[in-house]
DNA sequence: TTAAATGCAAAATATTTGCACGTTG
DNA sequence: CAACGTGCAAATATTTTGCATTTAA
């Protein structure tokens, strides 16, 4: 999900029409991959303020719906959102300001548990919290 | 964290006072160890409704602050709450009937990860998903 | 043209704050 | 009795909903 021609394919095939703000809200969240950004962050983002914040909450949840964005909500209830990585891998999370660091999984440490209950694994989410280096000052 | 007078001791210990509605409000927490409440769970516990939302706020803010209960924001945002496990552990989710089995964490093989990126953990999330013995079937 | 999307206003929900009064130690 | 805790009311903050208007296809 890194292209925007990719993305504006997948939400003719949902039947959704490509309007002046998907494409700048789009925009926004292609150029900032690497945090998860709140409503107001992203208002922050439109100089003009050309777009209403039920607009962006409206389209952050069909992006979401659609596969295009993932969520999350802060340690202040507020939700988050970034374009879905096309590589998994997992996060750190900062819960201040939404910043993510990515790292690889080198282990399967619980696989002794999974076979032990006769569990089926499918997926799996590993993700740290806590505080970047500039929001722990 | 698993008897009132353990935590009558700590409440003292940080010369906060022992209320009727800091009795109560344990009596609940103590009963519920296994489920993260809301305010409003909490809420529904009390039958005549004799204690305020805004006293559970500050209350579940206070223990949460003196290592009590623990916290977390819910899917919808909201807060929950609960006594501290002795014991950290995560969680296989069973995809068909929601079935938790619990796991110990033995390693953090991410530490590496985040003294690379001057990342202050506060806590760490790791849930697998898939189908437990019964719904393999 | 017409169904979907948008903006604005108002409502709903959750949580926090100020302050007078009550209770604990 | 003195400090802390509580209840009530009002303020904040975030998100959702209703509806008339605009716009993409």
Chains 1, 2 share one sequence.
């Not at 909450?57 to 979401?64: C, D, G, I, L, V």
């Not at 790292?103 to 619980?110: I, L, S, V």
Request: charged share 25%.
């Amino acid at each position: 999900m890194n292209s925007k021609s990719e993305i504006y394919n997948l939400l003719h095939d949902k039947g959704q029409r490509i309007t002046h703000q998907k494409s700048i809200l789009l925009d926004i969240l292609l150029e900032n991959t690497d945090i998860m950004l709140s409503v107001n962050d992203i208002l922050g983002c439109i100089s003009d303020s050309s777009i209403d914040a039920t607009t962006i909450y409206r389209n952050m949840q069909a992006f979401t719906e659609s596969g295009i964005t993932e969520t999350m909500i802060d340690h202040k209830g507020l939700n988050r959102y970034k374009i879905c990585d096309s590589q998994p891998h997992h996060h750190m999370i900062c819960t201040d300001c939404g910043k993510i660091i990515n790292f690889p999984c080198e282990t399967k440490f619980w696989e002794p548990y999974i076979t032990e209950n006769n569990f089926t694994e499918t997926h799996h989410v590993i993700k740290i919290y806590g505080k970047c280096s500039d929001c722990v000052k």
